[in-house]
């Protein structure tokens, strides 16, 4: 059972704009009372909300992101500092005021995307987020989880809970080189966190309280 803090934060209705600025532990309170299938629907619900032009690329992504997490920047943590602090100078201040900062991407509960723009509205320490990044631990995903994700989304689109066909699905192989967005997609900056449940960054979580996992 949810405590005090938790049951505030549970709407009577799940629309888009209540599952955009939940925390993390309501979000994952959620998905443990759904089975796989109503999980990733609550997860594209929040993905269509933020990038409704979204394509079957950018589902890919976000599967692949999903099952495999950022392993393939990770490989050279230099160069994934430096990225980020290349792009973190460049956003200006402008973010849309219900844009959570966290976004839970697997049925699981443990990979997310962290949008820049909202977390530096905040006022938030470069340093701090960079220090999280690039120590965070590898996800270890594998082809066959892609795979299984996979299935379970090309089952969605069969069965018309979702807006792409079978059909078009079934035409995305595992990746070779990992997905990058459709034109369609519209602007985005992020990043991605391997495993919300690793020790250190719950605690990284803890301190920043928009985040609170309490």
């Known amino acids: 059972m949810p405590n005090a803090t938790e049951a505030e934060l549970l709407p009577d209705t799940m629309d888009e704009w209540v599952i955009l600025v939940l925390t993390p532990v309501a979000y994952r309170f959620i998905l443990s009372h759904m089975n796989i299938k109503q999980r990733l629907l609550q997860i594209l619900s929040v993905e269509q909300a933020r990038h409704p032009r979204m394509t079957?690329?950018?589902l890919q992504k976000l599967a692949y992101q999903a099952s495999l997490g950022c392993?393939?920047?990770?490989g050279n943590r230099k160069q994934f500092e430096q990225d980020l602090?290349?792009?973190w100078n460049k956003l200006n201040?402008?973010?849309n005021a219900q844009e959570y900062p966290l976004q839970v991407i697997d049925p699981f509960g443990r990979t997310a995307r962290l949008y820049l723009s909202p977390y530096k509205l905040?006022?938030?320490s470069l340093e701090k987020l960079v220090a999280l990044l690039v120590t965070q631990p590898n996800k270890d995903g594998k082809e066959e989880d892609y795979d299984r994700l996979w299935a379970h989304l090309t089952a969605l689109a069969a069965e018309g809970k979702i807006p792409f066909s079978a059909d078009e699905l079934a035409g995305f192989a595992?990746?070779?080189?990992p997905p990058r967005h459709s034109s369609h997609y519209g602007f985005t900056a992020y990043r991605v966190i391997n495993d919300l449940t690793y020790c250190e960054t719950t605690a990284w979580i803890r301190r920043n309280r928009f985040l609170s996992l309490e």
Do not use: V
């Open 56 to 58: 079957g690329q950018d």
């Open 71 to 74: 392993d393939h920047i990770l």
């Open 85 to 87: 602090c290349r792009e």
């Open 93 to 95: 201040a402008y973010t």
């Open 122 to 124: 905040l006022g938030l």
């Open 174 to 177: 595992f990746p070779r080189f």
